[in-house]
T-cell receptor, first 113, second 113 residues
């Protein structure tokens, strides 16, 4: 299996609801990061997981949480959705080498109404 | 406060000519820099990177230059091709090849035939 797959591609949620976004990556890619890209902005780092443990976090509140599974898949969970959470959410993975070639998925477009 | 700045939202270049995309950063702790290309409805694709111990890195038509004293880097594309038309993001890492990425807002490059 190659590449990074994210699901769903599009999602509409109501303010206050909870959402789970999913990411599956290439075998051996044991580092996964999640980014939020608002319209007209660059991707913003949410958090990173390495071997199923969170090992880095950006300036996002605790209602943004994640999981990484032994099969290299990952989830991003957002509770108590706010209108400003509307964005493209990107998953990025890389293999356990020093090369910095992060592979990004195509993203999930989340709209909060 | 933006730590990575791409001050040109857009750039238009004739096919065959050189495209120069610029990026400035403020954090002197950044020690690894990358350029990504993004087409609509796709995730960012890694183009080229440079470590802070170098001032130039070349890969085919793409060359990245780093001026640490000016906290400035640039991406040169020679010759430019219509297929290069995309949004280009500059990114920096404070943790070498292991750290998270901090992105600029992007520059939309249009290469006209």
């Amino acid at each position: 299996e190659t590449g990074v797959t994210q699901s769903p591609t599009h999602l509409i949620k109501t303010r206050g609801q909870q959402v789970t976004l999913r990411c599956s990556s290439q075998s051996g890619h044991n580092t996964v990061s999640w980014y939020q890209q608002a319209l007209g902005q660059g991707p913003q780092f949410i958090f990173q997981y390495y071997r199923e443990e969170e090992n880095g976090r950006g300036n996002f509140p605790p209602r943004f949480s994640g999981l990484q599974f032994p099969n290299y898949s990952s989830e991003l969970n957002v509770n108590a959705l706010e209108l400003d959470d509307s964005a493209l959410y990107l998953c990025a993975t890389r293999p356990p080498t020093g090369d910095y070639g992060y592979t990004f998925g195509s993203g999930t477009r989340l709209t909060v109404v | 406060d933006q730590q990575v700045k791409q001050n040109s939202p857009s750039l238009s270049v004739q096919e065959g000519r050189i495209s120069i995309l610029n990026c400035d950063y403020t954090n002197s702790m950044f020690d690894y820099f990358l350029w990504y290309k993004k087409y609509p409805a796709e995730g960012p694709t890694f183009l080229i990177s440079i470590s802070s111990i170098k001032d130039k890195n070349e890969d085919g038509r793409f060359t990245v230059f780093l001026n640490k004293s000016a906290k400035h880097l640039s991406l040169h594309i020679v010759p430019s091709q219509p297929g290069d038309s995309a949004v280009y993001f500059c990114a920096a890492s404070p943790g070498g090849s292991q750290g998270n990425l901090i992105f600029g807002k992007g520059t939309k490059l249009s290469v006209k035939p």
